[in-house]
């Protein structure tokens, strides 16, 4: 299934002060102040929403390409 996506910075507060995250998420959730679960951690609030929608087949595809670019350029 293709569906639109958006980038989206988090922020979650810990003991030792705040992590911040990027991540591509569904559009649908990309919702400016929302808290959401990001790999298994749930709090992560939406301070930020990217402009730029993609769909999930492109970020999947590119999320992968420090692959390709390690393999061309490591000696």
Do not use: H
């Not at 609030?45 to 992968?64: E, F, H, N, P, T």
């Amino acid at each position: 299934m293709i569906y639109p996506m958006r980038q989206c910075i988090f922020v979650k507060d810990k003991e030792n002060g705040q992590s911040y995250q990027t991540a591509w998420i569904p559009a649908k959730f990309s919702i400016l102040g929302k808290v959401v679960k990001l790999k298994e951690e749930d709090g992560w609030k939406i301070i930020a929403v990217g402009y730029c929608l993609q769909m999930s087949d492109y970020v999947d595809d590119r999320g992968q390409d420090y692959k390709r670019t390690r393999k061309a350029s490591d000696i």
